[in-house]
């Protein structure tokens, strides 16, 4: 049974990693892959001098980024193979600046429909090993054939 | 008059430029300040390699970020000298993929109040002239003291 | 053509009217169709003490339900007959008090696909014959078979 | 302690449901308070003939309406007495009819800034004792001085 479910997971792991090393976005930025479950995905995210705003913290286009791939990831474990998701839609609201020794995404499936998946995000930033929240997602997906 | 107005017209470029300017993620993702107006400000974004998802399209947070700019800028055109902006919320509906010669964000000031100032924004993409709605946004931006 | 115009028009008023007043919540808050057009309706409603918030003005419930209606039936006549469209999600940004004579929420249609229709709405208050802005909105219909 | 606790509680309790008695739509949707903790409260609400939509199902604006309520309410729970909230924006993601027994809403805290408190909620219909997911809100909440 283990195996079997190592075995699944590795394989969602691979197929989200595929799409997500697709991403140049996510490269440029500083975005990794870290955890692949059915119905979520977590997207750890380094800050990089290139993705600043103008007060030194992270652009909120950051936080969006990994947030809104988080969720969009979540979705995709829960589809049948030979299938993408698009973002239709994104809610973000920012909690507070995003500064630390890193960000981390986690996204959730809320209702995988048939046309539309809802979905969620958190991103925190973790300094010393303490979190704090920075964004929260709210948003719809559509799957897409490729 | 017009003097005078070119004149204003011309501190309020220069104010929003210099903001413009440190944010290094405008600049990683090739997007540059092309009009600034009292209550409106338009951004444009090249097509980068860097900033491409899975299908070859710009990632939806580049168009999140010019959008997002875009309006926060707008919102800054109308402020008291000595404040910056800061997104508190913002939601993005995704109409077509972001593909073309170049992209085109225009913000706009909804309600200018003191605590709160709501925005909209458009992002279009440009291909030989013709424009295709990629994105609207709708959200809130917050003042700051420097 | 005028004729026709006339026709079609009334044809599309008929359509959505029906609809309309199969919805009860519509009459309990006062609220009645205006105007029907192409990719945009309007929906005027009254301020009943029965739809009040405890500040004595109208609910923001109430700038929810005439604007997402007004969106709503925006992409309705947009649509084949035969289909009805249901409400995905739906951003509200509140402006100012829901105080005047009467509130006018008016709808429009920002993109028409064929699995989403992108919409927008506005929500104004009227006294004296002076709107005043009290909501926006933005957000997504899917059309249903009925 | 406990009997502080309950002290408190029953408090928190009272001063919500002075501002929940007071709005009449509220009432008019067959909504009641059935829950208040600190940082967190529930709203239920009756299927009433009164807020159908077109098919038969309660209008999402009822679910709109208790779930911005309970929202509301729970960042009422984390402010100082003699202060009231008002919604600046919501956004609710609907994912499936409202239809059963009765709707249940429940607010939660996200972040209580001393400006802007930010809400997320949960809309659920119940049905012979079980559960189904309606709706989910995000948003931002402001307080005001009475």
Not at 15 to 28: C, G, I, P, W
Not at 34 to 41: L, P
Not at 98 to 106: F, K, P, Q, S
């Amino acid at each position: 049974m283990e195996e079997n479910d190592t075995s699944a997971s590795s394989v969602m792991f691979q197929r989200v990693s595929e799409s997500f090393d697709k991403q140049a976005l996510m490269k440029s930025i500083g975005a990794s892959l870290v955890d692949v479950r059915e119905g979520s995905v977590s997207i750890r995210c380094m800050f990089l001098d290139e993705t600043k705003q103008q007060h030194g913290f992270a652009h909120a286009a950051v936080a969006f980024a990994i947030g809104d791939s988080a969720a969009g990831y979540s979705a995709l474990t829960m589809m049948e193979p030979g299938h993408e998701v698009l973002t239709s839609e994104m809610k973000i609201n920012l909690l507070s600046p995003a500064i630390g020794d890193y960000l981390m995404a986690t996204g959730e499936v809320v209702k995988a429909g048939r046309k539309l998946i809802i979905v969620r995000a958190t991103v925190v930033a973790v300094t010393d090993g303490q979190e704090k929240d920075v964004a929260i997602l709210q948003g719809t997906m559509v799957p897409v054939t490729r």
